[in-house]
């Protein structure tokens, strides 16, 4: 699953010209502490709660901070929830190659796409593998994995914008799958990212709860 897929319908973009009064219910709305500022199109920044909060008289191009911290959007959820986890955001905005803003996203939508479907949520390894469309074969990437006393509990396909690529998310039922990932080298796979589900998803739950009780105070 890519982020394009799980865009937040919550999260309106400010504009430069909004004040920091008439924005701040936009923030329990879409239950983060930062909002993505959108000019014409392009990202150009972030404002945060706090700052909104204590410049009520001001407008929102006094005080935006110009982060220009993006993911793109055919990026994998995993790798998303694995950006979001190590940077400490709790909102990013998504762009395209071009910088034209598609959308954000937040914690709340990774946890949502996250445990949706329960193979995905219980604990074990994610690997996201690129591959020409008409190399893709899961009784192939089967046979390797149980080959190595492992099995596929769940996959999700993707496309590589503008191309003939795909981005197979294999979910196993164990996080030992070193073997399983020198078979699929030794078979030409690219390997595009390893997750370990169980980690990332107590991670982000964990400060969901917090940002939920910070909004409710």
Same mark, same amino acid.
């Given at each position: 699953? /890519?982020? $394009?897929? @799980? ?21 329990? #709305? ?10 014409? &199109?392009? +990202? !150009? =920044?972030?404002? &945060? ?27 994998? @959820? ?9 940077? &400490? ?9 071009? &910088?034209?803003?598609? =959308? ?6 990774? $946890? ?22 008409? #190399? ?11 080959? $190595?006393? %492992?099995?596929?509990?769940? %996959?999700? !396909? ?11 998310? /294999?979910? +196993? $039922? ?6 399983? /990932? ?8 690219? !390997?595009?990212?390893?997750?370990? @589900? ?13 940002? @939920? ?5």
């Amino acid at each position: 699953m /890519l982020v $394009n897929e @799980i865009l937040s319908e919550w999260i309106i973009p400010l504009k430069k010209t909004d004040t920091c009064d008439a924005v701040a219910m936009f923030f329990a #709305d879409a239950q983060t502490l930062e909002l993505p500022v959108v000019e014409q &199109g392009k +990202f !150009i =920044g972030y404002v &945060g709660l706090q700052s909104a909060l204590v410049n009520k008289s001001k407008r929102v191009e006094e005080i935006i901070e110009h982060q220009h911290i993006t993911i793109h959007n055919d990026l994998h @959820i995993f790798d998303a929830a694995l950006f979001l986890s190590q940077s &400490g955001r709790y909102c990013v905005a998504v762009c395209d190659e071009q &910088g034209v803003y598609k =959308g954000a996203i937040t914690l709340k939508e990774i $946890n949502k796409a996250i445990s949706t479907d329960a193979a995905w949520a219980i604990p074990g390894a994610i690997v996201t593998l690129e591959m020409p469309a008409r #190399d893709y074969t899961l009784t192939e990437l089967s046979r390797l994995a149980e080959m $190595n006393q %492992v099995k596929i509990t769940g %996959v999700h !396909i993707g496309r590589v914008q503008d191309s003939e690529q795909l981005l197979v998310s /294999l979910k +196993f $039922n164990s996080t030992e799958i070193n073997q399983v /990932l020198h078979a699929f080298e030794r078979y030409d796979y690219v !390997i595009k990212s390893v997750h370990q @589900i169980s980690s990332i998803n107590e991670d982000l739950s964990a400060r969901m709860q917090w940002l @939920i009780k910070y909004l409710n105070t």
